[in-house]
C-alpha cells in the first residue's frame, strides 16, 4: 500500500478527476468493497480488472450513484469529483449522472429511433434551444460514437433494429450526447463479436481525448489495449493500482500477478 | 342391471387389475423390480386402464345412441292418424315414453307383475289412473297404438340396456384379460401409461373448444330462428327498443349498444388512469415491504362478486350522485339533474372500481416486464424516475397496456349484474350520463326471465343480442392478445 501511495503522489492532483477516499459498500450484511482508494484522472482510461463477483462492477457503479436504485445497499467514505463529495447531501444524484455518463454490459437501447435515443439526454436536460442545435448535438455524438456513417440515412428507424456492435456504439453515443465529464464502462463488449469490440476499443481511445473513461473488462488483453492505469480488484480489496504496463509486466502484489498469469479468477 | 351397477363393476375391475397387473409384473421378475422395464405400479396403471376406457367409452357412446335409436324406430311405429290437430310427433313420442317408463316403475315397484303387463289391454283397463296411482301422471287417456308402441319401447329399451351390459362386461374383461397377458418385464408399461395420459390431456382439451363451439352453434341456430321471424334490417339499423307481445315489437340493438358502450366508456375513464397510475407506483416506486401488502390488497376488488358491486352501485354510488346532482335545493349542488338512483354514471363508476385491479395487475406485468436494463439507461443519462417511466418505460409498455385496456373493455361490455342494478331499464339514446339507460346483457336478462315462449321474436332476440356481444368480446380480444403478443416478441 505504501509503495502504490508513493506512486500516485507523482500524479499532480490537478489532474484527479475522481478520488475515492475509504469506500465501503454493504448490500445488507454484505461487505462488497472494503475500504477502497483510488484517484482517476482526467482524460485517462481507467481499467477496473478481477475475478468476478470481486466488486469492480459494484465500485464503477459508486460513482455515479447508480447503486442509489437498488435499496439495500449503503455507501461510507468519500468520492470527490472535482473535490466535491457526491454523497453529499446537496448533490443532486440525477444531475450527477449526467455529469458522470455510463454505458452497460448490454447495448440497452431505447424502444425509439435511432435520434430520440441520442437526444433523449439532450432533451431531458434542456441542453438545445431549437431543433437545428438538437439535430447538431445528435450528429455531433453520433459522430464521437463512430456510428454516424452507418446510421446518417436511417436516423428515424429504431434504435433496437441495430446490431449488437451498433447498438453498443449508439449507447456511447447516448451517452456521449449529454456532455459527461466522465464516461462509466461497466464490460462495455462483453455482448460483442470480435470485430464490434475492435470498434468499440477504437472508439474508448478516441474518446480519452474529451473525457476521463473507467472501464471494467473481464479481459485483460482489452484492459492492456485500451487502459493507461488499471486497478486490481479482488474479493472486495483494491489490491493494486497503477500504471498499465507496470501492473502487467511488473505486478507488485503476488495477487495480481497470479490473477494475470491465471492462477486466481 | 341399472347403469350405476355396471359402473362400479367397472370401478372393482379397474382397482383389480392395477393390483393384479403390478402382482403380475412384480412375479414376472420375481420380486427383483430393476429388472422390469417401468416401476411396478405402471404395469398395474396399463392393465387398470385396459379394463375401464374402453368399457367406459363403449358405456358412454351407448348411452347416448340408445335412446336416439329406439326413438326412430318406435315412432315409426305411430300412424299420422294418431297425431292431434295442434300437436306433432314429438308431444305423442313423449306420451309413449312416459307410458313406457310409467310401465317400468310398476313392475320394479311390484305394483304390477311383468306378465300383467306385457298382458295390458288399453280398451279394457284404465291405464291412466292404474299409472296414476303410482305418480306417473299422463295428459291424456291411452290409446291402444301408444300403448302398444310403449311396450315395444319398453321391450327394445331392455333388450338394448341388456346387450350394454354384456357388451361393456365383456369388454373391460377382454382390455383387462388382453393386458394382464401383456405384462411381463419386457413389456414397456410406462410408455403406454404415457401415451394413455397424453389422449387423456388432448381429450380433456378438445372437450373445452368443443364446448366453445357448441355455445356459439347453439346461439347461432337460435339466432337464424330468430332473423327468421323478425327484419334484420329493424334489429340492425332499427332506432327502437320496445318489445311488446302483441307481435309488432320493434326490437332494434342500436339504442341497447349504444347502452353498453357509453357506460364501458365511463367504466373505461374511472379505471384506466386510476388502475394504470396504481400500477406505476406498485412496480417502479413502492418498497418490496408496500408491494409485498398492497397488491394482494388491490386484487382483493378483483375477487369481489359482481352481484356486490351491483347492491354497493344501487345502495350507496346511486344515492351519493343523486344527494351531488339531484334533489333540488336539498342536493349538495343544488341541482336538479338527477331524479333516480340507477343511471349511467352509477353503473359506470362501479363497473370502473371493479375493472381497476383488473388494469392495474394486467399493466403491472407488463411494466414489470420492461427489462431493468431501459431504466437503468435512462437513469444513467441523468433522468429522473418520473421522466424514466414517461419516456422510456411507458413506450416500451404501451403495446402490452392498450391489449390490457381492451381486455377490460371486453369485459366491461359483458358485464351484467353491475348494469342490472344500476344502469335502469329505458333503452333511448341520450348523451346525457345521469339518465338511465340499458345494455344488451340487462335486455338478455329480462327477455330470457319470467314465462317465455321460444318461439316468439322477443324471446328470441336474446340468442341474437348474445351472439352480438359475443362476436363484439371476441372481437375485442383477438385485437388485444394479437397487440399483446406482438410487443412481447420485442424483449425475446
Known sequence: ?265 | MPVSWLILILAALTLGGYIAGRARARASVQGDVRRLHSLPSYYGYNVALFALVPALAVLALWLLAQPMLIDARVSGMIPDTLIPEGSNQSLVMSDVRRVADGLELAVSSGAMSADEVAALDADATDIRARLGEMGVALGSDVRPEVLEAAQAYRAMSSTGTLWMTGVVLVLALAGLAWSYSRTHSEFRARNVVERGVLTLLILAASIAILTTVGIVLSMLFETINFFSLHDWKDFFLGATWAPNFRGDSELSILPLLWGTLYISLIALIVAVPIGLFAAIYLSEYASKPVRAFAKPLLEILAGIPTIVYGLFALLTVGPLLVDIFGRGEEGLLGLNWMSGATSVLTAGVVMGIMLIPFVSSLSDDIINSVPQSMRDGSLGLGATKSETVRQVVMPAALPGIVGAILLAASRAIGETMIVVMGAGAIAKFSLNPLESMTTITTRIVSQLTGDTDFASPETLVAFALGLTLFVLTLGLNILALYIVRKYREQYE
Open chain 1, 1 to 265: 500500500m505504501n509503495q502504490m501511495t508513493s506512486v500516485e503522489k507523482t500524479v499532480s492532483t490537478e489532474a484527479n478527476k475522481i478520488t475515492a477516499e475509504g469506500v465501503q459498500v454493504y448490500y445488507g450484511d454484505t461487505h462488497a468493497i472494503k475500504d477502497v482508494n483510488v484517484q482517476i484522472e482526467d482524460k485517462t482510461v481507467t481499467a477496473f480488472i478481477g475475478p468476478s463477483g470481486c466488486g469492480k462492477s459494484t465500485f464503477l457503479r459508486c460513482l455515479n450513484r447508480m447503486n442509489d436504485t437498488i435499496d439495500i445497499c449503503r455507501v461510507e467514505g468519500q468520492i470527490l469529483l472535482d473535490g466535491e463529495n457526491i454523497y453529499d447531501r446537496k448533490v443532486d444524484p440525477v444531475q450527477l449522472r449526467a455529469k458522470v455518463g455510463m454505458v452497460f454490459q448490454k447495448p440497452n437501447p431505447f424502444p425509439k429511433s435511432i435520434y430520440d435515443n441520442v437526444a433523449y439526454g439532450p432533451r431531458i436536460h434542456g441542453l438545445a434551444r431549437n431543433k437545428a442545435e438538437l439535430d447538431e448535438i445528435v450528429e455531433k455524438a453520433l459522430r464521437r460514437g463512430a456510428i454516424w456513417n452507418e446510421v446518417k440515412d436511417r436516423l428515424h428507424a429504431p434504435g433496437t433494429g441495430l446490431s449488437g456492435g451498433q447498438q453498443q456504439r449508439l449507447c456511447i453515443a447516448r451517452a456521449v450526447a449529454t456532455e459527461p465529464e466522465v464516461l462509466l464502462m461497466d464490460e462495455p463488449c462483453s455482448a460483442l463479436d470480435p470485430i464490434a469490440t475492435a470498434q468499440v476499443e477504437e472508439l474508448i481511445d478516441e474518446l480519452r481525448q474529451n473525457y476521463s473513461v473507467v472501464i471494467v473488462t473481464h479481459s485483460m488483453q482489452q484492459a492492456a489495449r485500451v487502459s493507461q492505469k488499471t486497478a486490481f480488484f479482488h474479493l472486495g480489496n483494491l489490491v493494486e493500482f497503477g500504471e498499465t504496463g507496470q501492473i502487467f509486466t511488473n505486478p507488485t502484489d503476488p495477487r495480481t500477478e497470479s490473477y494475470i498469469t491465471g492462477r486466481i479468477g
